[in-house]
């Protein structure tokens, strides 16, 4: 059977998006597997279904290239409001809502001359510090610039839940980490029992960072909103930036600007469209989505 896909990115952190309000899709865990390959499939660092919500505009569901089902993610939820206003599969609006298996995001959409939308701001909730909320094996309220001894070197980690769990280590030098060889230990630690997300970030100045990340599922990826999300919670909670101004990101994909504060982090950044296709996959449908 051919399935129609669209080919989306935001910042480098791209998806399979396949629209699920006219398309069926019975295993998106084999389908995620199979075609993320960027060798032997369509490559993506995942792939993402847009489909019917009873409680929102729309709702996200997204697989890893491993299979994996994830909770949340922002370039993705970013692209997914994109695709939701173009072709509009909601109400003509500059605001939206998508359902995630994190919850309901509120979502403010930017348009260029043409239109179509070009950027889009996310209210992306409450950032959580507690052990519990990642999950994390450690005591206390919250794990703040605590040492956690990863392959024989000791890291002051800062763990901080985006409705994901991320592990955040500032460093002097982040562009010459080998993240292949220390993702993977990071991902895995016994600490960490769902599995973790790491990022590495240097601080430019107060409201500048850098950040390479490591995505549980799917190796090194180009961006992730979510962690940038909890980096700039982090940087908050060490003292490093300050709360409630706007911070700019730079990843290897590009820039995303956050905004911290107690009660919410708001993430603006692009997305973008590549393009379109039709992949041959033998699936039956499903009433499950």
Known sequence: MLYPFTKMHGCGND??????????????????????DRHF???GDGVILITPSEVADARMRMFNADGSE???????????????????????????????KSGIKTLRLMRGEDGLVSAVEVDMGKA?????????????DSVVGAPLTVDGKT?????????????????????????EAIGPSFEHHEKFPDRINTE??????????????????????????????ATVAAACALGICPKDEEIL????????????????????????????????YECKPSENL
């Open 15 to 36: 998806y399979i998006y396949i629209n699920c309000f006219e398309t069926k899709l019975d295993t998106p865990e084999d389908f995620a597997l199979k075609f993320s």
């Open 41 to 43: 499939g369509i490559g």
């Open 70 to 100: 994830g909770s949340m993610c922002g370039n993705g939820i970013r692209c997914v409001a994109k695709f939701v206003a173009d072709h509009h599969l909601a109400k003509e609006s500059d605001i939206l809502t998508i359902e995630t």
């Open 128 to 140: 959580e510090f507690a052990p519990n909320a990642i999950p994390a094996d450690f005591s206390g």
């Open 155 to 179: 890291y002051e980690v800062t763990l901080v839940s985006m409705g994901n769990p991320h592990c955040v280590i500032f460093c002097d030098d982040v562009a010459s980490l080998n993240l």
């Open 200 to 229: 590495f970030v240097r601080v430019i100045d107060d409201h500048t960072l850098e950040m390479r990340v490591w995505e549980r599922g799917s190796g090194e990826t180009w961006a992730c909103g979510t962690g940038t999300c």
């Open 249 to 280: 990101v730079h990843l290897r994909g590009g820039d995303l600007t956050i905004r911290y504060t107690d009660k919410a982090v708001y993430m603006t950044g692009p997305a973008t469209e590549v393009f379109h296709g039709f992949v041959e």
